[in-house]
Antibody
Framework: EGQLVQSGAEVGKPGESLKISCKGS????????IVWVRQTPGKGLDWMGI????????TYSPSFQGQVTISADMSINTAYLQWTSLKASDTATYYC?????????????WGQGTLVTVSS | DIQMTQSPSSLSASVGDRVTITCQAS??????LNWYQQKPGRAPNLLIY???KLETGVPSRFSGGGSGTHFTLTISGLQPEDIATYYC?????????FGPGTKVDIK
């Protein structure tokens, strides 16, 4: 069974850059798509984008295109989500999750979440 | 874009009750519908995939049904540990949509 472990909580100021990570273990990390999902305080789940670590093929939700960058380094089994200029509205918990397969569109393993707080 | 709606948005039920949550798609999505449970402060957890298939390790009191545009998640005998928010999710060619969630409480 695969496991995903995310980096710890972050606090940043508006305009700052930030990069959070998601490290996979217990499975072939390069062979499974990884998704990033945002959950704003007290709200639901928003799909942000997805990456295939094997070749870094990436698709973004139209809502997040241009707002964040998703990347991966398969040599260290890690996916990343980054911002170049944080906004207060980026305050949320961010989850990574593993897509079972390209034909089976469900997520069978989730990271524990990374809380990002943006405040001046 | 396909929109997903859920009803009710919240419910309270007694231990042992049968609880049904509905998820509606704005167009036919066949059986490409999954259900997740999210307990407070925790990551979501897969319950049901492909509309009706129970994920390994999930208690058998959870079941899913439906196809096309109308789907249900049923808890047959609500337990205290089922207090959570439940989300449906659709997938189409590397695009994903979550429903708004249904919060379940114990009366």
């Amino acid at each position: 069974e695969g496991q995903l472990v995310q980096s710890g909580a972050e606090v940043g100021k508006p305009g700052e850059s930030l990069k959070i990570s998601c490290k996979g273990s217990g499975y072939s990390f390069s062979g499974y798509w990884i998704v990033w999902v945002r959950q704003t305080p007290g709200k639901g789940l928003d799909w942000m984008g997805i990456i295939y670590p094997g070749d870094s093929d990436t698709t973004y939700s139209p809502s997040f295109q241009g707002q964040v960058t998703i990347s991966a380094d398969m040599s260290i089994n890690t996916a990343y989500l980054q911002w170049t200029s944080l906004k207060a509205s980026d305050t949320a918990t961010y989850y990574c999750a593993r897509l079972v397969s390209i034909s089976a569109g469900y997520f069978d393993s989730w990271g524990q979440g990374t809380l990002v707080t943006v405040s001046s | 874009d396909i929109q997903m709606t859920q009803s009710p948005s919240s419910l309270s039920a007694s231990v042992g009750d049968r609880v049904t949550i509905t998820c509606q798609a704005s167009q036919d999505i066949s059986n490409y519908l999954n259900w997740y449970q999210q307990k407070p402060g925790r990551a979501p957890n897969l319950l049901i995939y492909d509309a009706s298939k129970l994920e390994t390790g999930v208690p058998s009191r959870f079941s899913g049904g439906g196809s096309g545009t109308h789907f249900t998640l049923t808890i047959s005998g609500l337990q205290p540990e089922d207090i959570a928010t439940y989300y449906c999710q659709h997938y189409d060619d590397l695009f994903f949509t979550f429903g708004p969630g249904t919060k379940v409480d114990i009366k």
